[in-house]
Each structure stands twice: as structure tokens, then as C-alpha cells.
């Protein structure tokens, strides 16, 4: 019909499409009534999903053009050649757009009657990366009252894939549920990647479009969800009442697939016509069809019927012409090419409800036995280690098992006589304080021996001494070094304190005396030693300087 160039404002350079109708058709009234009826019809719908038209108009030389927003996009066409299959999530997106494109232009009394991918552009747009856009309304037809366009019966307008059974009829109340059809298709090739009505030639098209039923979608894809299905399914109904009943409502559907799942009776397909069963092939509609509309141009009379009564009856139909009458003699037709679809019917809730007993929930029991079980092994576990640790230290602690007697180190001190000795820089004096203290081999030694001569079992218990820093000298009563901190050893249980000094270089020895009357575990925090230095003596700076050596005094 025509072409489309790149243009740009010569005074602002702002970029637009140019819209051109072609020179030899510039001189047919319809087609240049078609051709300004897309700029009438794109604006008055208004919507941001639909392709802009600023102005049209007649140039000097006889070019009819109108001036569009210019697009810097993907068609829909491109997207589908390269990916073949979308995701159902983004083709549901995409399709609820032009859903809503459509929807405003069939309120506006606009159908658009050439649905397909090359008229569906995506582009990033308002934080969308595919915003869609509808182009082309170039077959639109004014279904309003006042339309001076009109399309004569028997001929075909739109791409035969993507046409409905009633514009492949070509009939003449065509109404929106044709785009309703078309937009099905389109969803159908996303979500599948292939056509659900294709052929060789445009004539097996047009007849399978009327007689055949589309495949399951989901035995294509099975990543379709049953709701997705249904919507197909109703999309592709034949029969057009059986179809979504506005745009709107196929727009809200594809929003919320479950929800219109929920609310909707399942649809099932009819069956197709068997071959053979139809009585006119694609070629014999196609060579009538093609005949008809070269004697409509030339406003010739129609041509004659070169074919059997019946197929030029059926070839008649399927065009639209509808004068074609049968002989006398011959048998009515059968018209219905269409199996009809058998009518929703909501299902019958059969299913018996009873009210919950007064006193009972409605949720089941629970199973108290496995809580009763549980608890109670925790209780028992709990209760005998309790036990064995309290019985433990009661025989720990008891006078026969810590007997100890200082007369072997030359003093006599009460029984539970508490040893203090305070952290100094220098060993605590060797008094009769630190006299008490007791080492495993004087523990020995003082053990008292029955009348048997026997000696009773010394009960050691398990030490640990740690620090703050770790690494320090762990020295015992007797001066002797024991290890280093983390340390652990087993010392004999005794009710006097037992003095162990710790010893770090760079921090503070520390004497810590420990009661062993169990295990023991204790954490010394050793304090640092303080920096020593002045300006005079070996370790002083120049004369007069009063800054610190940085050397540590040794202890």
C-alpha cells in the first residue's frame, strides 16, 4: 500500500517516520480512503500503546503521506525468527499490552484486522525493556456508524495465518472478537513457536482456518500452564460468541490466568473436519474466489460455476458471496463447516458438606504421644547427670579424701585456713603462709596410714590454667615449671589452696592461688609491664632528650 522513510525536522531535528502511498495507487479512491483512514483512526484512539500519526496530507506532486513518531525498536517478528519460543510469563506481558491497545480501539470504534508480528513493536520505554507498540492500522475498519469505508463481499483484507473464520469468509459483520482471534494466534506462536493453522498455499490457510480445530498448545509446550490453555483455547473458538466477549476481559485473563480459571468453566475444542468430509478443496476456493474479485474490478458480471453444484455452492460461501442458490433438482448443502462448540456448562457442586460437631475444631487432632515421649526421655537424661555430677563432689569433698597435714613443712595450720597472696612484681617470700600449699608428692607424704599399714587412694581431679595472652609459664609451688598456658594437668584434691605463678616476658608475673577440691578450670589476665627509660644512662638518647627508649624492662 505503501512506504515508510526515515525523515527529520529541517529546523529542530526531530526524527519521524514518513508514511508514502504508492504513485500507482494514488489514483484508486478506496485506497487512498483506506490510506487516511489509518491516521483518522490511530487518532482518535489515543492510547500510549499505539503508534502515534502527528499529521497527513497531499504534496504538490500527488504523494499522499502522513507523518508517525518514530520507533527505535524490535519488531515482534525479528524477536520471534531468531528465540522461536518465548517464555510464558513474557508472552502473557506482551500480550496483555495489546490487549490493552486493542481494548481502547475497539471503544473508540476501531478494528485493527491486521494482527500480526510484523505490526508489534518492542522497545524500552517508561522502565519497560519490551513496551509494545501497535502499528498499522492500515485495514482498520470504522465499525461505527458513519464510516464511508466499506469492504465489498468477496474480498479477502488481512494475513490469511492470523485471520479469523468470519474474515476469511469474508463476511460482512465482522466485529472486534476478529482481533480477539488474531491476538490468539499470536500468543500461540510465542508460547509454541509455530502457527496453529499453516499451509503451502493461502488457500489451504483459509481452509483450515474455517474447518480445523488448533493442536493442544500444552502438547507443544508443556511449560503452559492448563489456565493459559483455556484462554488459548477460548481465543481460537470458531464460533464467535464462544470467544472472549471484549478485549478487556481477554486483558484481564492474561493479568491473572488462575483467577479467570477460577471464574470460567473449562472450554473444550470440537472436532475437526475429517478430510474428505468438507466438499470443496482449497484450490477450488482460491480459483472462485480469485475470479470473483477480477470480475468485481472490471465491473464485469460474475463469472460462471465451472464446478459441481455443490463445490460452487461451498466455494461461494466460504468467499462471502452468498448468491449462489442450488438447483431444483440437487440436494440442499450442508452449510455447516464449522462443527459448533458445545455450550459452557458450570459444574454441578456435588459434593456434601457437614458442619464440625459442637466442642471440636475443625483442624484434626494432634498426636500428643511423640511430645509425651520426648520430653520425658529429656527429663530422665537430665536428671541422672544431675545426679551422677552431685553425688561426684560429695565424694570429692569429703575429709578422708583431702587429709593433708602440714607438720612435714614445720607448721600447723587449721584445716579450712584460707591462703591470700597478692600479685607483686617480685616471688612471694617463702613464710609460713606459702608453707601451706600443697604439691602432689607432699600430699604423698602426709597421707595418714591406717593400722594395716595400707595408704588410702589419692582422688586426683583435672586442672586447667589458661591466660591472657596465652603462651605464659605455668610454675608450680615447688618452683618447678609446668608448662605453658593453655595448660592441663591432674592435681590431687585437697581443701588448701594451692599458690601457681604465671610468668610472660613483657607483662607482669602473677601468683594465682587455686583451690583444688574438683575440677578447676581458671583464666589469669596477665597486665603489661611498664616502659622504662630516661636521658641519661646507657639507654638514653641524645642530652637533654627525655623520650622513651621503646626497651622493656627485663624482669
Given at each position: 500500500?505503501?512506504?515508510v522513510?526515515?525523515?527529520?525536522?529541517?529546523?529542530?531535528?526531530?526524527?519521524?517516520?514518513?508514511?508514502v502511498?504508492?504513485?500507482?495507487l494514488?489514483?484508486?479512491r478506496?485506497?487512498?480512503q483506506?490510506?487516511?483512514?489509518?491516521?483518522k483512526?490511530?487518532n482518535?484512539?489515543g492510547?500510549d500503546?499505539?503508534?502515534?500519526?502527528?499529521?497527513?496530507?497531499?504534496?504538490?506532486?500527488?504523494?499522499?503521506?502522513?507523518?508517525?513518531?518514530y520507533?527505535?525498536?524490535?519488531?515482534?517478528?525479528?524477536?520471534?525468527?531468531?528465540?522461536?519460543?518465548?517464555d510464558?510469563?513474557?508472552?502473557?506481558?506482551i500480550g496483555a499490552?495489546?490487549?490493552?491497545?486493542?481494548?481502547?480501539?475497539?471503544?473508540?470504534?476501531v478494528?485493527?484486522?491486521?494482527l500480526?508480528p510484523?505490526?508489534?513493536?518492542?522497545m524500552p520505554?517508561?522502565?519497560?525493556?519490551?513496551?509494545?507498540?501497535?502499528?498499522?492500522?492500515?485495514l482498520?475498519?470504522?465499525?461505527?456508524?458513519?464510516?464511508?469505508?466499506k469492504?465489498?463481499?468477496?474480498?479477502?483484507?488481512?494475513?490469511?495465518?492470523?485471520?479469523?473464520?468470519?474474515?476469511?469468509?469474508?463476511?460482512?459483520?465482522?466485529?472486534h472478537?476478529?482481533d480477539?482471534?488474531?491476538?490468539?494466534?499470536?500468543l500461540?506462536?510465542?508460547?509454541?513457536?509455530?502457527?496453529?493453522?499453516d499451509?503451502?498455499s493461502?488457500?489451504?490457510?483459509?481452509?483450515?482456518q474455517?474447518t480445523q480445530?488448533p493442536?493442544?498448545?500444552?502438547?507443544?509446550?508443556?511449560?503452559?500452564?492448563?489456565?493459559?490453555?483455556?484462554?488459548?483455547?477460548?481465543?481460537?473458538?470458531?464460533?464467535?460468541?464462544?470467544?472472549?466477549?471484549?478485549?478487556?476481559?481477554l486483558?484481564?485473563?492474561l493479568?491473572?490466568?488462575?483467577?479467570?480459571l477460577?471464574?470460567?468453566?473449562?472450554?473444550?475444542?470440537?472436532?475437526?473436519?475429517?478430510?474428505?468430509e468438507a466438499?470443496v478443496d482449497?484450490?477450488?476456493?482460491?480459483?472462485?474466489?480469485?475470479?470473483?474479485?477480477?470480475?468485481?474490478?472490471?465491473?464485469?458480471?460474475?463469472?460462471?460455476?465451472?464446478t459441481?453444484?455443490q463445490?460452487?455452492?461451498?466455494?461461494?460461501?466460504?468467499?462471502?458471496?452468498?448468491?449462489a442458490?442450488?438447483?431444483a433438482?440437487?440436494?440442499?448443502?450442508?452449510?455447516?463447516?464449522?462443527?459448533d462448540?458445545?455450550?459452557p456448562?458450570?459444574?454441578?457442586?456435588?459434593t456434601?458438606?457437614?458442619?464440625?460437631?459442637?466442642?471440636?475444631?475443625?483442624?484434626?487432632p494432634?498426636?500428643?504421644w511423640?511430645?509425651?515421649?520426648?520430653?520425658?526421655?529429656?527429663?530422665?537424661?537430665?536428671?541422672g547427670?544431675?545426679?551422677?555430677?552431685?553425688?561426684?563432689r560429695k565424694?570429692?569433698n569429703?575429709?578422708?579424701?583431702?587429709g593433708?597435714?602440714?607438720?612435714?613443712?614445720?607448721?600447723?595450720?587449721?584445716?579450712?585456713?584460707?591462703?591470700?597472696i597478692?600479685?607483686t612484681?617480685a616471688?612471694?617470700?617463702?613464710?609460713?603462709?606459702?608453707?601451706?600449699?600443697?604439691?602432689?608428692?607432699?600430699a604423698?607424704?602426709?597421707?595418714?596410714i591406717d593400722?594395716?599399714g595400707?595408704v588410702?587412694?589419692?582422688?586426683?581431679?583435672?586442672?586447667t590454667?589458661?591466660?591472657?595472652?596465652?603462651?605464659?609459664s605455668v610454675?608450680?609451688?615447688?618452683?618447678?615449671?609446668?608448662?605453658?598456658?593453655p595448660?592441663?594437668?591432674?592435681?590431687?584434691?585437697?581443701?588448701?589452696?594451692?599458690?601457681?605463678?604465671?610468668r610472660l616476658?613483657?607483662y607482669?608475673k602473677?601468683?594465682?592461688?587455686?583451690l583444688?577440691?574438683?575440677?578447676?578450670?581458671?583464666?589469669?589476665?596477665?597486665?603489661k609491664?611498664?616502659?622504662?627509660g630516661?636521658?641519661k644512662?646507657?639507654?638514653?638518647?641524645s642530652k637533654?632528650s627525655?623520650?622513651?627508649?621503646g626497651?622493656?624492662?627485663?624482669?
Amino acid at each position: 500500500m505503501g512506504a515508510v522513510y526515515l525523515a527529520e525536522h529541517p529546523l529542530i531535528g526531530k526524527r519521524v517516520a514518513l508514511k508514502v502511498i504508492h504513485r500507482e495507487l494514488a489514483g484508486n479512491r478506496e485506497v487512498v480512503q483506506r490510506f487516511f483512514q489509518e491516521a483518522k483512526a490511530v487518532n482518535k484512539i489515543g492510547n500510549d500503546h499505539i503508534v502515534e500519526i502527528h499529521d497527513f496530507g497531499v504534496t504538490p506532486e500527488g504523494d499522499h503521506f502522513y507523518i508517525m513518531e518514530y520507533l527505535e525498536g524490535r519488531t515482534l517478528a525479528s524477536i520471534l525468527s531468531k528465540e522461536k519460543t518465548i517464555d510464558v510469563m513474557r508472552a502473557l506481558h506482551i500480550g496483555a499490552q495489546i490487549a490493552n491497545a486493542l481494548a481502547a480501539a475497539h471503544a473508540s470504534g476501531v478494528i485493527h484486522r491486521d494482527l500480526k508480528p510484523d505490526n508489534i513493536m518492542l522497545m524500552p520505554r517508561m522502565g519497560d525493556p519490551e513496551f509494545v507498540k501497535v502499528l498499522d492500522f492500515g485495514l482498520a475498519k470504522m465499525f461505527a456508524e458513519g464510516s464511508s469505508v466499506k469492504t465489498a463481499a468477496g474480498v479477502l483484507l488481512g494475513t490469511p495465518q492470523y485471520m479469523s473464520p468470519e474474515a476469511c469468509e469474508s463476511k460482512r459483520d465482522i466485529d472486534h472478537r476478529t482481533d480477539i482471534y488474531a491476538l490468539g494466534i499470536l500468543l500461540f506462536q510465542m508460547m509454541t513457536g509455530r502457527l496453529p493453522f499453516d499451509g503451502e498455499s493461502m488457500g489451504e490457510v483459509l481452509v483450515k482456518q474455517v474447518t480445523q480445530l488448533p493442536p493442544p498448545p500444552r502438547g507443544l509446550n508443556p511449560a503452559i500452564p492448563p489456565s493459559v490453555e483455556q484462554i488459548l483455547l477460548r481465543c481460537l473458538a470458531k464460533p464467535v460468541d464462544a470467544r472472549f466477549p471484549s478485549m478487556q476481559a481477554l486483558r484481564d485473563a492474561l493479568l491473572d490466568p488462575e483467577s479467570y480459571l477460577r471464574g470460567s468453566p473449562p472450554i473444550a475444542a470440537a472436532r475437526s473436519i475429517r478430510p474428505g468430509e468438507a466438499p470443496v478443496d482449497a484450490r477450488t476456493v482460491m480459483m472462485h474466489a480469485e475470479a470473483v474479485q477480477k470480475a468485481k474490478l472490471a465491473g464485469q458480471p460474475l463469472p460462471p460455476q465451472k464446478t459441481s453444484a455443490q463445490a460452487a455452492y461451498q466455494a461461494a460461501t466460504m468467499i462471502g458471496e452468498g448468491v449462489a442458490v442450488p438447483q431444483a433438482n440437487q440436494r440442499p448443502p450442508t452449510t455447516a463447516n464449522v462443527p459448533d462448540l458445545a455450550p459452557p456448562v458450570a459444574p454441578a457442586q456435588n459434593t456434601m458438606r457437614i458442619a464440625t460437631p459442637v466442642g471440636y475444631s475443625s483442624r484434626p487432632p494432634r498426636k500428643m504421644w511423640p511430645i509425651v515421649l520426648v520430653m520425658g526421655l529429656l527429663f530422665g537424661l537430665g536428671g541422672g547427670a544431675f545426679a551422677v555430677a552431685w553425688f561426684g563432689r560429695k565424694d570429692a569433698n569429703t575429709p578422708g579424701d583431702a587429709g593433708v597435714t602440714s607438720g612435714e613443712v614445720g607448721a600447723t595450720t587449721p584445716p579450712d585456713s584460707a591462703v591470700t597472696i597478692e600479685a607483686t612484681d617480685a616471688a612471694p617470700e617463702p613464710d609460713a603462709t606459702v608453707a601451706e600449699t600443697v604439691t602432689p608428692d607432699a600430699a604423698k607424704a602426709v597421707l595418714p596410714i591406717d593400722a594395716g599399714g595400707a595408704v588410702p587412694t589419692i582422688t586426683m581431679a583435672k586442672v586447667t590454667i589458661d591466660s591472657t595472652p596465652q603462651g605464659a609459664s605455668v610454675i608450680g609451688p615447688d618452683g618447678v615449671v609446668l608448662g605453658k598456658t593453655p595448660f592441663k594437668t591432674e592435681w590431687p584434691v585437697s581443701k588448701k589452696k594451692v599458690v601457681f605463678e604465671l610468668r610472660l616476658s613483657g607483662y607482669r608475673k602473677k601468683a594465682t592461688p587455686l583451690l583444688v577440691d574438683g575440677n578447676t578450670a581458671i583464666l589469669v589476665e596477665l597486665e603489661k609491664a611498664p616502659r622504662t627509660g630516661s636521658g641519661k644512662g646507657s639507654g638514653s638518647s641524645s642530652k637533654g632528650s627525655n623520650s622513651d627508649t621503646g626497651l622493656m624492662r627485663p624482669d
